[in-house]
T-cell receptor, first 112, second 114 residues
Framework: GDSVTQMEGPVTLSEEAFLTINCTYT??????LFWYVQYPGEGLQLLLK?????DKGSNKGFEATYRKETTSFHLEKGSVQVSDSAVYFC???????????FGKGTTLSVSS | DAGVTQSPTHLIKTRGQHVTLRCSPI?????VSWYQQVLGQGPQFIFQ???????GRGNFPDRFSARQFPNYSSELNVNALLLGDSALYLC?????????????FGPGTRLTVL
């Protein structure tokens, strides 16, 4: 069935370091792909999305490219800030788009 | 505009009790979904409702039920609570529930079962 696999965390970086969080998926066809972020004590916020293959989603300096050849949607940021410390979830729709499957989440901790 | 709102924020119950969680979607959104997020895990889909009809159901026991009202708000009910039901319950709304629709999440209700 459909699934999402994220790299295990936690990821600990210094401010201004480069970030990559890997996400691969298994699905029928070419579903939309999403990255959500959860700050401490809060619900999930959409960070970025891509609706078709080769699309690049971007927001707040974060980017992810929908790669159908490698079934991946890796999240990247060139220079992380302390305020980026959060849990990041990769997700894709299933059940005809009525629901989202989430990865287990990757905790990012950025120190100054 | 107000985002998705959920009540209560926190709740403590004992095993065997019943709980009702409430959600109000973003104005204009007709679809509401419920997710359970156990500590350290990603959210797990429970239900989706659109125009008061159930459109999707995750792999949860019948102790979990939900409904959607004419104003598109929703309730999640859990009967015969177990310790394992302790989690953050998230509500999300979107316009029509389609695959490309963005789901907007509320802050969640933290349920603790003792």
């Amino acid at each position: 069935g459909d699934s999402v696999t994220q790299m295990e965390g936690p990821v600990t970086l210094s401010e201004e370091a480069f970030l990559t969080i890997n996400c691969t998926y298994t699905a029928t066809g070419y579903p939309s792909l999403f990255w959500y972020v959860q700050y401490p004590g809060e619900g999930l916020q959409l960070l970025l999305k891509a609706t078709k293959a080769d699309d690049k989603g971007s927001n707040k300096g974060f980017e992810a490219t929908y790669r159908k050849e490698t079934t991946s949607f890796h999240l990247e940021k060139g220079s992380v800030q302390v305020s980026d410390s959060a849990v990041y979830f990769c997700a894709l729709p299933y059940q005809a788009g009525t629901a989202l499957i989430f990865g287990k989440g990757t905790t990012l901790s950025v120190s100054s | 505009d107000a985002g998705v709102t959920q009540s209560p924020t926190h709740l403590i119950k004992t095993r065997g009790q019943h709980v009702t969680l409430r959600c109000s979607p973003i104005s204009g959104h007709k679809s509401v979904s419920w997710y359970q997020q156990v500590l350290g895990q990603g959210p797990q889909f429970i239900f989706q409702y659109y125009e008061k009809e159930e459109r999707g159901r995750g792999n949860f026991p019948d102790r979990f039920s939900a409904r959607q009202f004419p104003n598109y708000s929703s309730e999640l009910n859990v009967n015969a609570l177990l310790l394992g039901d302790s989690a953050l319950y998230l509500c999300a709304s979107n316009l029509a529930g389609g695959q490309t629709d963005t789901q907007y999440f509320g802050p969640g209700t933290r349920l603790t079962v003792l």
